[in-house]
């Protein structure tokens, strides 16, 4: 089974400021981890993944994220906020191999300030 | 990647009848899924969905209340059925992609009035 915690359901930043979202997930095996973006009234985008191999990860937008197995973390992170990334960021997990159920963490709502 | 086309974006419904939502994906794929969205929540697995099979469903969700159907490899209904205000929800279609990352379809904006 695994599960994701979000830590924060609400981050706001200065624009140009450092983003960070914070991920811990849980699984009974290797996991592969992902983070998603949703603006208002639209569908999931995927940002970025992690399935096997390098541990920091780079996804559109400028976003990227480490997979930190000692943590059983993917925070993810931007060096420099935009207006544009203020939306909802969902983590989410799933196990390898044929199980494709993805189990998502409760969002963080970035607010970016000018 | 695959695109999937979600219809109806958003629909305001009364209580007591039933929706359909339909999904197209524009290349085959095995598998569907169909997440709800409640507000203000993350998201939460309905059933997955393959073609030629009985969908399965998570716990909690039942085929009497979201009938699927998956008639070939690039598209599947679901119903919400017997409407009541607590389905007012976002219900998205899903599949996979290359080493699992799945993409979703625009959403459905259910509000049951």
């Known amino acids: 089974a695994q599960s994701v915690t979000q830590l924060g359901s609400h981050v706001s930043v200065s624009e140009g400021a450092l983003v960070l979202l914070r991920c811990n997930y849980s699984?009974?095996?290797?996991?592969?981890l992902f983070w998603y973006v949703q603006y208002p009234n639209q569908g999931l985008q995927l940002l970025l993944k992690?399935?096997?191999?390098?541990?920091l990860v780079k996804g559109i937008n400028g976003f990227e994220a480490e997979f930190k197995k000692s943590e059983t973390s993917f925070h993810l992170t931007k060096p420099s906020a935009h207006m544009s990334d203020a939306a909802e960021y969902f983590c989410?997990?799933?196990?390898?191999?044929?199980?494709?159920?993805?189990?998502f963490g409760k969002g963080t709502l970035l607010t970016v300030n000018p | 990647s695959a695109v999937i086309s979600q219809k109806p974006s958003r629909d305001i419904c009364q209580r007591g009848t039933s929706l359909t939502i339909q999904c197209q994906v524009d290349?085959?794929?095995?598998?569907m899924f169909w997440y709800r969205q409640q507000p203000g929540q993350s998201l939460t697995l309905i059933a997955t969905?393959?073609?030629?099979?009985?969908?399965?469903?998570e716990s909690g969700f039942v085929i009497d209340k979201f009938p699927i159907s998956r008639p070939n490899l690039t598209f599947s209904t679901l119903t919400v059925s017997n409407m009541s205000p607590e389905d007012s929800s976002i219900y998205l279609c899903?599949?996979?992609?290359?080493?699992?990352?799945?993409?979703f379809g625009q959403g459905t904006r259910l509000t049951v009035v």
């Open positions: 989410a997990v799933r196990g390898g191999g044929s199980n494709y159920k993805l189990t």
């Open positions: 699984s009974s095996v290797p996991p592969y």
């Open positions: 992690y399935t096997t191999g390098a541990t």
């Open positions: 290349s085959q794929v095995t598998m």
């Open positions: 969905a393959n073609q030629g099979s009985e969908a399965t469903y």
């Open positions: 899903s599949s996979t992609a290359g080493q699992g990352a799945a993409f």
